[in-house]
Every structure is written in C-alpha cells, then in structure tokens.
C-alpha cells in the first residue's frame, strides 16, 4: 500500500513539473520610481548557462533558452559562463547596477541603444581596473534607462573563482552613500586588522613565544586573504586577475597549514594526544603545499574546492576533539571552542555559499569578516592572558623553590616594576607631546582656513570695483575716486586682518581674546558699510555707547550672520538688523532674513565644520561662518541661537556678555 502510494505521489511530482516546464515563465519588468533606492534582481531575472563560454550575444538574443533564477545566483566553481537577462520600465534617470562579487573575472553588461544595437561595457579582474565603468571594489555599471517601452538588458559573468553573487540596481546617491559607509566599516575593520598583527609581532619579538610566533603568519595570512577576497588589495594595487587568484588561492590553501598548526598549539594537543599531532600536522602541510602549487600552476578552481572541503573536514575533526577534551575538564579545549566556534561557523558559511550549496546573502558575505575579527580580538586577549599566566605560574614556582633568593627575585622585580612604569611613563609623554602636536597642527590649519574664508570678501569687493574702472575708463571723476576708495578701504580691511590674525602669537598655538573698549555706534557702521544700505534695515539701541570685545572677531561674526541674510534673501527682500541691551547688561544682536527658511533636520549640525544644507548647494561658501560666529561667540562667553520656520525666514541672534573675559579658547 505505501509503495502505490508513493509511486502515485511520484507521477503526480513529475506531472506537475512536465506542465510547469512546458509553459514559459513570464517576469514582469523591473519597475522603479524616485522613492527606490536599491532594488534586489534575484526574483525578477533570467538566466542561461554556457557551458562552453563561446556564445555571443547575438546567439543568447536568438537561441537562448533562459529561465527564471528565482533565487541569487550561486553555481560555486565553475568553467560556464552564465548569462542573465532582465527587463527594465522605462524611468528616464540613471541606475547603478551592482554585481556583488570582488573576485569575478570577466562581467559584461549589454545595454540597448535607441538603434537597436547594444552597448558593451566591461569589468572584473581580467580587464584593468581604470577602465572599470565604476570605481568600485565590486563590478558595477551604469544604467541609462530612456525610452517608452521595457530594455533588457543581458549580463555575462565569467569567474575562475567561485560564480556566487547578487544583483543590485542602486540609486546613484544611495550608492554613493552606501560606499562611503562601507569604506568606513572596511577602514576600522583594516585597522584593528593591523593593530592586532603588530600588536603581537612586537608582542613575539620581546617574548619569543612559540604560540605567540605562529600567531603572527595566522593573523596575516587571514589580513592578507581578507583583502583579495574584497577586493580591496586589488583596487590599491592595481593587480591583475591571474595574478590575484593566485594569491587568493594561496591564501585559501595554505591554512591547512598554517591554521592548524596555530590550532594544535593552542589546543596543547602534543601533552594530550602525541600520535595524533605526529600524523595529522604533517598531512595537513602535505595537503596544503600539494594545492597551492595546484593552483599556481593554474588549476585555481580544482585546488580551492579541494582546499575548501579539506578544511571544512578539519574544523569537524577538531571541533570533535575540542568537544571531547573540554568534556574532560582541558581547559585550552574550553577556550578554543569559544575563540574558534563562531569564526568556523562563518568560514563553513562562506565556503558552503562558494561551493554552490548555500546563496549569496548579507549573512555570507559578511560572516568571514566579522567572524574572523571577533576570533582574532577573542585570540589576542587569550594569547596575552595565557602568557601572562604562563609568566605567573612560572614566577610562582620559583619562588616556592627557591626561597632562598626571595630577597634576590623581589629585587629583581622591583627593577622590572620600575622599569615598566619609567616606560609607561616615557610613552604617556611621548604621546602628550603627540597630542600638543596634532592639536596645534589642527588649530592652525583651522585658523588659517578662517583667514582664507575671510579674505573673500574684501578680494570680491577690489575685483568688482578692479572690473567696473576697466570698464568705465570714462567715468566721473567723483565716481573713479569712491571707486579707488572702495579699494583702498577692501585693501585696508585685509591688511588689519593680516596685522591682526596672522602675527606670531596667534600662530602659536592658541587663538585668545584681544579685548577692549570699543564705541559701540563705530563698531555697528563699520559693519554695515560693507553691505547695500538699500537692503539693510537697521535698528540699534541707542543705549549702547561702548562694548568689551574683540572687535576684529566681532566683526568677523557679524560680517558672516549678515552675508549669510543677504545671500539667502530674496534680491529685493530687506534684512533686519538690530542691537539690544539686556536686563543683564549683555548686548543681543538679531539678524532676521526674508529667506525660504531652515529645515528642522538640519538645524542641530548649522554650526558644524563644513556642514553646507540643501539650500546652500548651490550657493558659494566652504561651510566654515556659522562655525566660526559659534567658535567667536563661545569665545566671547556668549552664545549664539537661531530660529527658524520655513517659508517665515530665519533669525540669529548672536549674545555678547557687557564684560567678556579671556577664558576661553578657540580649539578645533
């Protein structure tokens, strides 16, 4: 009975993949609008193996039999090549088209053009990384999608390392984006990488420590591999594909060497279990030298496939024996299961996703990384922890064996205690005097980007008025002699700046106060005769006869707030300036524009370092006023705030205590 049950389930099976077969898959064309910013192609593409790699795409267009993907493509090592196929809504805009794979050799996208012909474009390993379309670790194109019907579009990969990779169209500004935030993750991945590895070089050559030593060439040899495989190695260095799966392929046999050496030792399997060592660590370096010589003389594939299922063998074995020892109480069998476990189950991950068996996945390409920084973190503290008690332990049996020379080792370590805090403490002031260095080096470079940005203004005002004498040669003489005034007062202007800002003592180091008792009317004009009188509506407690500042400073802050009014007002729409004196005798000044108004998101960064909103993009500026009317402000002792509501314009209203004191400084 449960035999005619399961032949009748059998036929039915079969029936249902006969018809399932015989009817073509029809995929909707891939639709995008402004609000996608990426899109995954793995349930909306087509795909066709070449076996042989020799179609063109003139045979796929006519005799391709493609079929629907319906997952990412993963095909592990394979000498086909495969082409993919995917049909585009027209969106009239540019697309980024991601194919996630650093190690592909050879991927061409072909494009249609408004003739009907196609456009090749090309990128991968075998072609120089220049004429890659994108600059990028990952082959990626760019879409040009026109036109009033679905494009397909075709894509060939090619790979002597292993087909596995995912299909992502990309906004432009999110790709961008995406990089940045990657190359960010990459660079704190890359540096711990090599603090780790010069951390413990030093670590080996002051303690000669054997497991410490084998560390070392374990660490690299992950470093090393870690780049290629992202491709990072080879956008640095321009290498070339052959001679980048070369190194990889290296770099992905020699562990069995190298890795399971470290193991044992970590394991202190040569006490527990001698016959074993003897046999297995030979094997494992016959095996691991046997295909990297494989694959340089260029069976890549065969020699990583093999490599790859050999230590996916060996991760069991010695996750078997960890197991087992730690049952026993071994206590380096309890550490490698914690150091090691989640890094094997990244590496079984990827290479499992390599071999073809599992897709291409956030968790896949990402699982070695992340898992190898964590073990490598993990087997820092444990190799430092281990010598360390190894140190204690030792230092403890000699001073239960040799009592006699108590007097001798305290002494002894005394010394050492000594020599290690002189040490510390030389380091602690190596580091300070780097510090005050870099401090002093970031406040210049600050300060002289200040003065630069400063200089505009008055160089602007000479080359307008340079210009406007070039072309009225015939003017008034009464309008040439305001001119040439204009330009003796913009010349004037730079050279106070320059005789203000650029002497020693303000170079030095620190940018302090120059404080003193200005008149406050004299203060006010000064400012305001550099801008259009016509558009700038002023209103000043009269109240106010003097003020305790720094009046270049000062002048600097209130030059910006107004520029900043006047640029982002309307031609014809009026600024409002005024002064007013505070029950506590601090002195408010209240810049108001008749502008469009600040988005709220953008309000708490106004007066970071370089932060430019959306509607300066298209306006001149470094980003560098509003950071420097805040630094002044803070200076000061006062403070600055703005209120702002779109559509209403904007208000700043910079507060300037009545006696400023010098304790502040201007630090980056």
Same mark, same amino acid.
């Given at each position: 009975?449960?035999?005619?049950?399961?032949?009748?389930?059998?036929?039915?099976?079969? =029936? %249902?993949?006969?018809?399932?077969?015989? $009817?073509?898959?029809?995929?909707?064309?891939?639709?995008?609008?402004?609000?996608?910013?990426?899109?995954?192609?793995?349930?909306?593409?087509?795909?066709? $193996?070449?076996?042989?790699?020799?179609?063109?795409?003139?045979?796929?267009?006519?005799?391709?039999?493609? +079929?629907?993907?319906?997952? /990412?493509?993963?095909?592990?090592? *394979?000498?086909?090549?495969?082409?993919?196929?995917?049909?585009?809504?027209?969106?009239?805009?540019?697309?980024?088209?991601?194919?996630?794979?650093?190690?592909?050799?050879?991927? #061409?996208?072909?494009?249609?053009?408004?003739?009907?012909?196609?456009?090749?474009?090309?990128?991968?390993?075998?072609?120089?990384?220049?004429?890659?379309?994108?600059?990028?670790?990952?082959?990626?194109?760019?879409?040009?999608?026109?036109?009033?019907?679905?494009?397909?579009?075709?894509? #060939?990969? @090619?790979?002597?390392?292993?087909?596995?990779?995912?299909?992502?169209?990309?906004?432009?500004?999110?790709?961008?984006?995406?990089?940045?935030?990657?190359?960010?993750?990459?660079?704190?991945?890359?540096?711990?990488?090599?603090?780790?590895?010069?951390?413990?070089?030093?670590?080996?050559?002051? +303690?000669?420590?054997?497991?410490?030593? @084998?560390?070392?060439?374990?660490?690299?040899?992950?470093?090393?591999?870690?780049?290629?495989?992202?491709?990072?190695?080879?956008?640095?260095?321009?290498? *070339?594909?052959?001679?980048?799966?070369?190194?990889?392929?290296?770099?992905? =046999?020699?562990?069995?060497?190298?890795?399971?050496?470290?193991?044992?030792?970590?394991?202190?399997?040569?006490?527990?279990?001698?016959?074993?060592?003897?046999?297995?660590?030979?094997?494992?370096?016959?095996?691991?030298?046997?295909?990297?010589?494989?694959?340089?003389?260029?069976?890549?594939?065969?020699?990583?496939?093999?490599?790859?299922?050999?230590?996916?063998? =060996?991760?069991?074995?010695?996750?078997?024996?960890?197991?087992?020892?730690? @049952?026993?109480?071994?206590?380096?069998?309890?550490?490698?299961?914690?150091?090691?476990?989640?890094?094997?189950?990244?590496?079984?991950?990827?290479?499992?996703?390599?071999?073809?068996?599992?897709?291409?996945?956030?968790?896949?390409?990402?699982?070695?990384?992340?898992?190898?920084?964590?073990?490598?973190?993990?087997?820092?503290?444990?190799?430092?922890?281990?010598?360390?008690?190894?140190?204690?332990?030792?230092?403890?049996?000699?001073?239960?064996?040799?009592?006699?020379?108590?007097?001798?080792?305290?002494?002894?370590?005394?010394?050492?205690?000594?020599?290690?805090?002189?040490?510390?403490?030389?380091?602690?002031?190596?580091?300070?005097?780097?510090?005050?260095?870099?401090?002093?080096?970031?406040?210049?470079? !600050?300060?002289?980007?200040?003065?630069?940005?400063?200089?505009?203004?008055?160089?602007?005002?000479?080359? *307008?008025?340079?210009?406007?004498?070039?072309?009225?040669?015939?003017?008034?003489?009464? $309008?040439?002699?305001? #001119? =040439? /005034?204009?330009?003796?007062?913009?010349?004037?202007?730079?050279?106070?700046?320059?005789?203000?800002?650029?002497?020693?003592?303000?170079?030095?180091?620190?940018?302090?106060?120059?404080?003193?008792?200005?008149?406050?009317?004299?203060?006010?004009?000064?400012?305001?005769?550099?801008?259009?009188?016509?558009?700038?509506?002023?209103?000043?407690?009269? +109240? &106010?006869?003097?003020?305790? %500042?720094?009046?270049?400073?000062?002048?600097?802050?209130?030059?910006?707030?107004?520029?900043?009014?006047?640029?982002?007002?309307?031609? !014809?729409?009026?600024?409002?300036?005024?002064?007013?004196?505070?029950?506590?005798?601090?002195?408010?000044?209240?810049?108001?524009?008749?502008?469009?108004?600040?988005?709220?998101?953008?309000?708490?960064?106004?007066?970071?370092?370089?932060?430019?909103?959306?509607?300066?993009?298209?306006?001149?500026?470094?980003?560098?006023?509003?950071?420097?009317?805040?630094?002044?402000?803070?200076?000061?002792?006062?403070? &600055?705030?703005?209120?702002?509501?779109?559509?209403?314009?904007?208000?700043?209203?910079?507060?300037?205590?009545?006696?400023?004191?010098?304790?502040?400084?201007?630090?980056?």
């Amino acid at each position: 009975m449960i035999r005619r049950i399961a032949v009748t389930l059998l036929l039915l099976l079969t =029936c %249902c993949l006969s018809f399932a077969n015989s $009817k073509p898959v029809l995929v909707a064309p891939v639709s995008l609008d402004s609000h996608t910013v990426r899109h995954n192609l793995s349930q909306q593409v087509s795909w066709l $193996k070449d076996a042989g790699g020799t179609l063109t795409l003139d045979d796929v267009r006519q005799h391709g039999n493609f +079929t629907l993907l319906r997952r /990412e493509l993963s095909e592990g090592f *394979t000498t086909a090549a495969i082409w993919l196929s995917f049909d585009v809504a027209p969106t009239h805009s540019t697309w980024i088209l991601e194919v996630a794979n650093a190690l592909l050799d050879d991927v #061409r996208l072909y494009s249609p053009q408004p003739d009907g012909s196609y456009l090749e474009q090309r990128s991968g390993e075998d072609f120089p990384r220049a004429s890659w379309p994108v600059d990028y670790r990952n082959p990626a194109f760019q879409l040009h999608i026109d036109g009033d019907a679905p494009q397909r579009f075709y894509l #060939r990969i @090619w790979a002597r390392n292993a087909m596995s990779t995912s299909i992502t169209l990309w906004q432009p500004d999110a790709f961008a984006n995406a990089t940045r935030d990657e190359a960010f993750n990459y660079g704190i991945f890359y540096g711990v990488y090599l603090l780790i590895l010069v951390f413990h070089l030093f670590f080996w050559i002051v +303690t000669r420590e054997r497991l410490g030593g @084998w560390y070392v060439p374990y660490v690299l040899l992950n470093f090393v591999g870690a780049a290629i495989s992202t491709g990072h190695l080879q956008r640095l260095t321009g290498l *070339t594909g052959p001679a980048s799966d070369i190194l990889l392929g290296v770099m992905l =046999c020699m562990p069995l060497a190298i890795s399971n050496t470290f193991t044992l030792l970590q394991l202190e399997l040569a006490s527990v279990m001698p016959r074993f060592v003897r046999v297995y660590q030979p094997l494992t370096w016959f095996i691991g030298i046997v295909l990297s010589l494989l694959v340089i003389a260029g069976y890549f594939g065969t020699g990583v496939a093999i490599a790859q299922m050999a230590i996916l063998v =060996c991760i069991v074995v010695l996750v078997a024996i960890g197991v087992r020892l730690a @049952w026993h109480g071994h206590r380096p069998a309890r550490f490698f299961l914690f150091a090691f476990g989640f890094f094997y189950a990244a590496v079984a991950l990827r290479m499992l996703r390599n071999l073809g068996w599992l897709e291409p996945s956030l968790l896949t390409e990402y699982s070695v990384p992340v898992g190898a920084l964590l073990h490598m973190v993990v087997m820092s503290l444990g190799i430092t922890g281990q010598y360390n008690q190894i140190k204690r332990e030792k230092l403890s049996a000699q001073a239960a064996l040799n009592e006699s020379l108590e007097g001798q080792v305290l002494e002894r370590t005394s010394s050492l205690v000594d020599e290690i805090s002189r040490r510390e403490q030389s380091e602690n002031e190596v580091r300070q005097a780097l510090d005050v260095m870099v401090r002093a080096r970031q406040e210049q470079q !600050d300060f002289v980007a200040m003065v630069s940005h400063e200089f505009r203004t008055p160089l602007a005002i000479i080359n *307008t008025v340079a210009q406007q004498l070039a072309n009225n040669l015939d003017a008034p003489r009464e $309008k040439s002699q305001q #001119r =040439c /005034e204009d330009i003796r007062d913009s010349t004037r202007r730079m050279s106070d700046m320059m005789d203000e800002f650029l002497s020693f003592d303000r170079l030095g180091g620190e940018l302090s106060l120059n404080l003193h008792r200005v008149q406050f009317n004299e203060l006010l004009y000064a400012v305001t005769d550099e801008f259009d009188a016509n558009r700038l509506h002023t209103d000043f407690d009269e +109240t &106010i006869t003097e003020l305790s %500042c720094d009046v270049q400073l000062l002048r600097v802050a209130l030059r910006n707030l107004l520029a900043n009014a006047l640029r982002h007002s309307p031609e !014809d729409a009026p600024v409002q300036f005024s002064a007013r004196k505070q029950v506590d005798g601090s002195v408010v000044f209240k810049i108001r524009d008749s502008g469009s108004g600040i988005p709220a998101d953008e309000i708490p960064r106004l007066f970071q370092k370089y932060f430019r909103g959306r509607g300066a993009l298209d306006k001149p500026g470094a980003g560098l006023g509003l950071y420097l009317v805040e630094r002044i402000a803070s200076l000061h002792g006062g403070h &600055i705030a703005v209120n702002s509501q779109p559509g209403a314009g904007t208000q700043f209203s910079l507060f300037i205590p009545a006696n400023a004191q010098d304790t502040n400084r201007l630090t980056p």
